[in-house]
């Protein structure tokens, strides 16, 4: 499994299935996003199928894989089986292969069931999910918007593309999409984003290659409308990569200092706001925790590291790679990256905080003792800019993961008295 060689698990995956054909490659890139969605609760299933002595890693990755089809009932059973057989043979643990084939037909045979009354243990092994997260949004969201998130993060999401201003009309946008052989529709909730009902290689249309066009979920947009940018304002997006929410900002004609500590996001930043065709930004390698500016902000973005558990249904990985104290830790961080920021405002500045994860750790707690720690700072509603469908009751802005059929997002808005 890419977690015990610690390594990426898109970039192992995206690796191992280069040299396949289109069908083929589409097949693997499934079975293995959908196995790690599921894996917590395959794994259930194992004691009862398999002897602990007759384990091993290559054995285990075989079976949680031909689970995971038999579950999805997509796949003809006798062709699982089947196949699950040859890859032990493959994998050279060929004594292996009548393991393998009788503990898949005892599945068929006798599958195993999981209680479901609710509880953090039982939801954690229904939606395969660590007990932790789950019992995270329980406290924060209640069983039922719980469900219905922890359910989101096993499907499959939609593609979402930002129609970019700066190099089109939406016309012309328009015109592109009616003459593509997929279905799309222009969401209801945020403009400019169009939702795309395609597994076809989005990379490959004109529109993306001539930068008319951003794949970007349309949540990581409420951070901008919230921050609400200006002409001529100046604004500091500091932790700006991939540069989706800079060029959006770019959009409104503020100029922007987009800066990121990484050398490799650096790199996309500077490509992708190329592409797009963004005039207003400069870019900055440097780390902000460090670097000695040498002028104030009206606005700052402030975008920061977290543990990205909105994004779950996309990056399906994380739920397994992040653990509890990770909020925690980077909770901490973030709040050195607020204190940082309140410093860097001119008078009546504002600090948009963001994150792309749900946990009290990252979010509401930073705000909290930032605030605490700073009288001269008071959060201003984001009901004033936002729908109050994005809003929870302390004015900050939170979408949960599927609720708007996007990503899972947190922001609020602090202005300097």
């Not at 990379?203 to 951003?214: E, M, N, R, V």
């Not at 558990?309 to 830790?329: I, M, Q």
């Not at 003792?369 to 984001?382: G, I, S, T, V, Y």
């Given at each position: 499994?890419?977690?015990?060689?610690?390594?990426?698990?898109?970039?192992?995956?995206?690796?191992?299935?280069?040299?396949?054909?289109?069908?083929?490659?589409?097949?693997?890139?499934?079975?293995?996003?959908?196995?790690?969605?599921?894996?917590?609760?395959?794994?259930?299933?194992?004691?009862?199928?398999?002897?602990?002595?007759?384990?091993?890693?290559?054995?285990?990755?075989?079976?949680?894989?031909?689970?995971?089809?038999?579950?999805?009932?997509?796949?003809?059973?006798?062709?699982?089986?089947?196949?699950?057989?040859?890859?032990?043979?493959?994998?050279?643990?060929?004594?292996?292969?009548?393991?393998?084939?009788?503990?898949?037909?005892?599945?068929?045979?006798?599958?195993?069931?999981?209680?479901?009354?609710?509880?953090?243990?039982?939801?954690?092994?229904?939606?395969?999910?660590?007990?932790?997260?789950?019992?995270?949004?329980?406290?924060?969201?209640?069983?039922?918007?719980?469900?219905?998130?922890?359910?989101?993060?096993?499907?499959?999401?939609?593609?979402?593309?930002?129609?970019?201003?700066?190099?089109?009309?939406?016309?012309?946008?328009?015109?592109?999409?009616?003459?593509?052989?997929?279905?799309?529709?222009?969401?209801?909730?945020?403009?400019?984003?169009?939702?795309?009902?395609?597994?076809?290689?989005?990379?490959?249309?004109?529109?993306?290659?001539?930068?008319?066009?951003?794949?970007?979920?349309?949540?990581?947009?409420?951070?901008?409308?919230?921050?609400?940018?200006?002409?001529?304002?100046?604004?500091?997006?500091?932790?700006?990569?991939?540069?989706?929410?800079?060029?959006?900002?770019?959009?409104?004609?503020?100029?922007?200092?987009?800066?990121?500590?990484s050398p490799r996001r650096m790199r996309t930043l500077q490509e992708n706001l190329k592409?797009?065709?963004?005039?207003?930004?400069?870019?900055?390698?440097?780390?902000?925790?460090?670097?000695?500016?040498?002028?104030?902000?009206?606005?700052?973005?402030?975008?920061?590291?977290?543990?990205?558990?909105?994004?779950?249904?996309?990056?399906?990985?994380?739920?397994?790679?992040?653990?509890?104290?990770?909020?925690?830790?980077?909770?901490?961080?973030?709040?050195?990256?607020?204190?940082?920021?309140?410093?860097?405002?001119?008078?009546?500045?504002?600090?948009?905080?963001?994150?792309?994860?749900?946990?009290?750790?990252?979010?509401?707690?930073?705000?909290?003792?930032?605030?605490?720690?700073?009288?001269?700072?008071?959060?201003?509603?984001?009901?004033?800019?936002?729908?109050?469908?994005?809003?929870?009751?302390?004015?900050?802005?939170?979408?949960?993961?599927?609720?708007?059929?996007?990503?899972?997002?947190?922001?609020?808005?602090?202005?300097?008295?």
């Open positions: 499994m890419w977690q015990e060689k610690g390594e990426d698990f898109k970039k192992i995956l995206l690796k191992e299935i280069a040299g396949l054909g289109p069908q083929d490659r589409s097949l693997a890139w499934e079975l293995a996003v959908g196995t790690v969605k599921k894996k917590g609760r395959l794994e259930r299933f194992l004691p009862h199928l398999l002897h602990q002595e007759n384990s091993n890693s290559t054995l285990k990755a075989i079976l949680l894989v031909s689970l995971f089809q038999l579950e999805e009932k997509k796949w003809p059973e006798y062709a699982v089986v089947n196949e699950a057989v040859l890859m032990a043979r493959a994998f050279r643990i060929e004594k292996m292969a009548g393991v393998v084939n009788a503990c898949l037909r005892k599945f068929l045979r006798q599958p195993p069931t999981l209680k479901f009354s609710g509880s953090a243990d039982e939801l954690a092994a229904a939606y395969s999910y660590p007990e932790w997260i789950v019992e995270e949004w329980l406290t924060l969201f209640g069983k039922e918007k719980t469900i219905r998130a922890l359910a989101w993060g096993n499907g499959a999401p939609p593609i979402f593309l930002r129609l970019n201003r700066l190099k089109t009309t939406e016309a012309e946008f328009f015109e592109f999409l009616s003459k593509q052989k997929f279905d799309w529709e222009k969401s209801g909730r945020f403009e400019d984003f169009f939702k795309i009902r395609s597994t076809i290689p989005l990379d490959d249309f004109s529109l993306l290659k001539a930068g008319k066009g951003y794949i970007q979920d349309p949540s990581s947009s409420l951070a901008v409308q919230l921050l609400n940018p200006h002409p001529n304002e100046n604004i500091l997006d500091a932790c700006a990569a991939p540069g989706g929410k800079t060029a959006l900002i770019a959009e409104m004609g503020a100029e922007i200092t987009a800066m990121e500590k592409k797009l065709g963004v005039k207003t930004a400069k870019t900055l390698a440097a780390d902000f925790l460090a670097y000695q500016f040498e002028q104030r902000f009206d606005k700052i973005l402030l975008d920061v590291p977290c543990t990205g558990l909105g994004t779950v249904a996309r990056h399906p990985e994380l739920r397994w790679e992040k653990k509890k104290e990770d909020a925690a830790r980077l909770g901490t961080q973030a709040l050195s990256f607020l204190e940082r920021a309140a410093g860097l405002l001119s008078s009546s500045g504002v600090i948009v905080y963001s994150t792309c994860t749900l946990t009290a750790e990252e979010n509401w707690k930073v705000v909290d003792r930032f605030l605490n720690a700073h009288p001269e700072f008071q959060r201003e509603r984001a009901e004033r800019w936002l729908s109050p469908e994005f809003c929870d009751n302390e004015g900050n802005a939170v979408v949960l993961p599927g609720e708007c059929e996007t990503d899972g997002v947190f922001a609020c808005r602090l202005v300097k008295k």
